[in-house]
């Protein structure tokens, strides 16, 4: 009988020891601290270094032999204060607060050993990044949202979360979006309203990806279970078009980001908008072997466009398919057509005057979603440079310095600046990366519906050509 008491006192004593070594608001609270940076003090949920509150290398854009640029996402109370606390390989200990203020987008300042302790005007999500290379750090509020062509702002503004959740007891942040209407097509999770977040680093800049994607560099599909989640990740893909409730959640103890999302109620409608779009008519011989396949506009479904040379007279159709199958349509009569939009017809479309046309076809959903609408759009070809190489740089206001100006059957450029030049058409609503393409090879590539093209360099001085005839171009 003392043997069985003595074992379980023995047992009760390594309970109450091993109980001792964990903190159930801290986690693993470390004693002996080991090197690195960590994040404390009563605006944090760690009042000590902690395993958890330690800074991890940033997930930056492009920049992988960086290894002195440390980040963390953190819940972050207002009202209280926050340092950020180093350690060396001798265990030397020095805690930073809030310096100067260092010209940048974002909040980014010196460190000053013992100083003003940081904080933040609201509760919330956070990424707080460390610069060692400088001694300087950035607090940015991490207020996501989901992005891409599946929701409602496609690739061009996030719709953001509308219930943020922040549950000290299990040390999770959930994010969640309910009854929104998304496409069954591709999407990401990013806040700052921008691609990478670009700070102050080493006189120049370092990019943080502000997007999460899946854990993998190709697109996923996205599930009703919870999938890892990375900065800079592969995009998701829906399998539904519908009403869905959207999930994004950060475990605060192992810093791993999941998301997911549930369709609770599937759209059922009939029609669909074209994925493709061809042309047929006059200059094509009138024969489907010889059609073009005009190019998506990209975020835009249903939205084609391309540059053609006609000669008055011609008559034009269009069709989602290379078929005369009854889908295909021009105009509602066949009165000839300048610059002008008009609504699809059974009769074809008779270009008036002999010229260049950029032709975009728009097709939507009727109200009740059970048909398709069309309507072809003629206006003059506007083609524009952008990038660094272009007088008005990378502004989304498209400067007449850099539009095109045609030269007896080509279009030609300004001179360029040095730097990285992109050219694009402009459409009415649409964002210059929608319709943007490039020189390879002497052919112009037009970027469509994918990802980003192969980035080109522009020497100053040098002049770009365009013949949409044939599609080649030049770049000397």
């Known amino acids: 009988m003392k043997n069985v008491l003595k074992y379980l006192s023995a047992a009760l004593l390594l309970i109450v020891i091993g109980s001792s070594c964990k903190d159930n608001d801290n986690w693993v609270i470390l004693d002996d601290v080991q090197p690195g940076s960590y994040i404390t003090g009563d605006a944090t949920i760690y009042s000590a270094a902690a395993s958890a509150s330690a800074f991890t290398r940033a997930a930056l854009d492009g920049s992988d032999d960086v290894n002195d640029v440390l980040s963390i996402y953190t819940w972050l109370k207002a009202g209280s204060g926050f340092n950020i606390l180093k350690v060396d390989n001798e265990g030397n200990q020095v805690s930073y607060g809030k310096g100067a203020s260092v010209a940048s987008d974002y909040d980014t300042v010196d460190l000053v050993a013992d100083g003003t302790p940081f904080t933040v005007s609201k509760d919330g999500l956070y990424l707080v990044v460390l610069n060692n290379a400088d001694n300087q750090a950035t607090v940015v509020e991490a207020d996501f949202g989901i992005i891409g062509d599946a929701t409602p702002g496609s690739w061009s503004s996030e719709t953001k979360f509308a219930s943020t ?25 990013r806040y700052a309203q921008t691609w990478g977040m670009a700070i102050p680093y080493k006189g120049a800049t370092v990019t943080i990806h502000s997007n999460m994607g899946n854990s993998g560099s190709s697109t996923a599909a996205m599930t009703t279970a919870f999938s890892e989640c990375k900065g800079g990740g592969g995009n998701f893909s829906l399998s539904d078009a519908g009403i869905y409730e959207v999930t994004l959640k950060l475990e605060l103890r192992s810093g791993k980001f999941t998301g997911k999302a549930v369709c609770t109620a599937k759209d059922e409608s009939s029609a669909k908008l074209p994925e493709k779009m061809y042309i047929i008519g006059a200059p094509f011989d009138w024969s489907w072997d010889k059609a073009e396949e005009l190019i998506p506009v990209h975020s835009h479904d249903g939205n084609f466009w391309a540059i053609y040379y006609f000669n008055e007279g011609d008559g034009i159709k269009f069709n989602s398919a290379l078929d005369w199958n009854g889908d295909q349509f021009g105009a509602e009569n066949e009165d000839p057509r300048g610059y002008g939009e008009y609504a699809a017809g059974g009769e074809n479309l008779v270009i008036a005057t002999t010229g260049y046309y950029l032709v975009w076809i728009q097709c939507s959903l009727s109200a009740d979603k059970k048909s398709v609408v069309s309507k072809v759009v003629l206006s003059e070809p506007n083609p524009y440079v952008i990038g660094e190489c272009a007088a008005n740089g990378w502004s989304d206001q498209l400067a007449a310095a850099d539009k095109f100006a045609l030269d007896g059957d080509v279009y030609k450029s300004a001179v360029l600046n040095a730097g990285e030049l992109r050219m694009c058409v402009k459409l009415d609503n649409v964002d210059w990366w929608q319709t943007e393409f490039m020189i390879f090879d002497g052919k112009i590539v037009y970027r469509g519906a994918a990802g980003d093209q192969d980035r080109v360099q522009a020497t100053a001085g040098q002049i770009v050509t365009l ?3 044939d599609n080649t171009g030049s770049i000397q």
Do not use: A, I, Q
Not at 165 to 175: I, L, Q, R
């Open 467 to 469: 013949d949409f005839k």
């Open 165 to 189: 959740v922040f549950d000290e007891k299990y040390s999770t942040v959930e994010m969640t979006l309910s009854g929104v209407t998304l496409n069954n097509k591709e999407l990401k999770f």
